[in-house]
């Protein structure tokens, strides 16, 4: 689903990614390890499309709708409510059902009840659940997790946990993490970058 | 066709991102009064009405300025603009959804600037209407791709007169010919020129500004 | 490479020639112009010199749509090159303009030069582009922003001519006339081969500096791949 080959990336004069091969088959999960600033967050933004790369080449077989990116950023609009900003990206993604989806969703990560506040009232830990309301909102098949434990508490944690175990095998999950000890014994690959 | 409803979601969200922080429009609002009002303290009392009219054009360059400077602060800060792009959606929508917002602002802008410059200089004809109401599409059009890119820069706020006022001369040119001239059907013919080939060319050219 | 070096220095003496060339029938061969005298054989510079402006703004452009049609990245490089020589020769129009407009009338700024008024809107636009290039960090971002900004460029240049004549009705600027030569075959030949001479100044420019950044960007490649 995913192939790297010779894959670079700089930005200005510093080189982030050099010389990347990897591939990703359907299914897989695949985590990335490495210390600050070796080019984790990087990689999934090439594998999202945000960036292109600068040497080598990039390929992923899958529509930009069928994929979910959760960043550092939680990709929601701070003067927005939470209900306001999964709705925007349902209609967005053409979510079939969308009440129904959001409402589901927001139940499961304990957000119901503040969806009609604004989203710069979240804390760090309810922001970080919205982004994974938002990532899983219109089911994609590909899943591109950017750190998704920081800022969050363990019951929070423990969410992240349920929704790896479940997509593991059903959809294919690339998993960046500086704490990787959770994730480890679901990965049926792993990259590490220096 | 689901293009229009993409744009159309966008459109809503940036009317309810305005009606919460309240901040763009009324600034542009205030800007444009005071800008007139500073007019009338600059132009000496033998300047002809045609000066004045110049200027009022100046006024809704500067505030549209002021306008578009907003327009992409609210993606650019917490980088919800990347949110969008991943989205299925063409994003030329973006760019559309945001000119019709920007039209919006612009249009209520004038609804108070035409009154206030008829109060304080000399009365509004047929052809000034006309005239900035096809401006305005220029404007916006040409502005939101440029707002695009500035917010996509490390110069920011400052970048964004240097492209936009380069580019938008002609439309000052038929605005005040328009305005000034006997015969205002060819200006406002040129301004028609002008807010098509530059809003296809925005429209066009709005994924290269957004993704890579 | 010895090929492309061979050009290179066939295109430089080439431009060289006719560079020389030019000036010299422009200075001592043509015709001496009838109204304006001695003065009038700035044209002869000035305007080869905007028409190849035009030409640089123009091959700009193309290799900015090169680059957003087909994402390769060395058509940033060329497009960039291009625009850059662009801007010197516009300033060079301004600067030949200014000086004809002062030997003919006395004034270094007239807006009655429809070219002129042209140029320094153009000169503006381009300015801003450095601009834009210098505050964005280098890669895909910046090759497409400066992209799209370069085709806005030519999109420009048509339609800034055209406000320019239209401004003349309500702006009355003080007018100069000056009657466009009505060019003989002589003055056609003298303009035509500095016409081919600014041509080929900015081609073996063009060349010369694209192969330049080319070589930086190699040596930078072979000095990472050694790290």
Known sequence: ?194 | MTYFADVAALARKDILLELRSRDTLPAMLLFVVSALVVFHFSLPSDASATASTGLLWIALLFTALLGLGRAFTAEREQRVLDGLVLAPCDRSAIWLAKTLGVLVFLGIAEAVALPAYALFFEPVGWELVAAVLLADLGLAAVGTLLAAMAAASRARELLLPLLFLPLVIPVVVGGVGATVVDDPGRYLGFLALYDLIFAILSWASFEYVVAE | MSLRNNRAVLLAAAAAVLLVAGLALALFWAPEDADQGFSQRIFYIHVPIALTAYACFGWGAWKALRLLWTRESRYDLESYTAVHMGVIFGILTLVTGSIWAKISWGVWWTWSERQLTLFLVLFLFYCAYFMLRFSVEAGPRRANLSAVYALFGVALIPVSFLAIRLAENFIHPVVFTRDGPQMSGSMFFVFCVCLAAMLGLFASLYTNELTGKRLDARLRELREALE
């Open chain 1, 1 to 194: 689903m995913i192939q790297a080959r010779g894959l670079g990336r700089r930005f200005g004069s510093k080189r982030v990614i050099r010389g990347l091969d990897l591939e990703v088959r359907a299914g897989e999960l695949l985590l990335v390890t490495g210390p600050n600033g070796s080019g984790k967050s990087t990689l999934l933004a090439l594998m999202a499309g945000l960036l292109a790369p600068t040497e080598g080449e990039i390929e992923v077989d899958l529509p930009r709708g069928r994929m979910g990116y959760l960043a550092h950023e939680p990709l929601v609009y701070k003067e927005l409510t939470a209900l306001e900003n999964l709705d925007l990206y349902g209609r967005l993604y053409h979510v079939v059902e969308r009440r129904e989806t959001i409402g589901a969703l927001l139940e499961r990560f304990g957000l119901w009840e503040v969806r009609h506040q604004s989203v710069g009232s979240f804390s760090r830990g309810m922001q970080q659940r919205l982004a994974l309301c938002r990532v899983l909102l219109h089911g994609p098949e590909l899943l591109l997790f950017d750190e998704p434990y920081s800022g969050l508490d363990a019951s929070a944690r423990t969410l992240v946990d349920d929704v790896l175990a479940e997509a593991t095998g059903a959809k294919t999950l690339v998993v960046a993490s500086h704490e990787p000890e959770h994730v480890r014994p679901l990965a049926t690959q792993a990259l590490a970058l220096a």
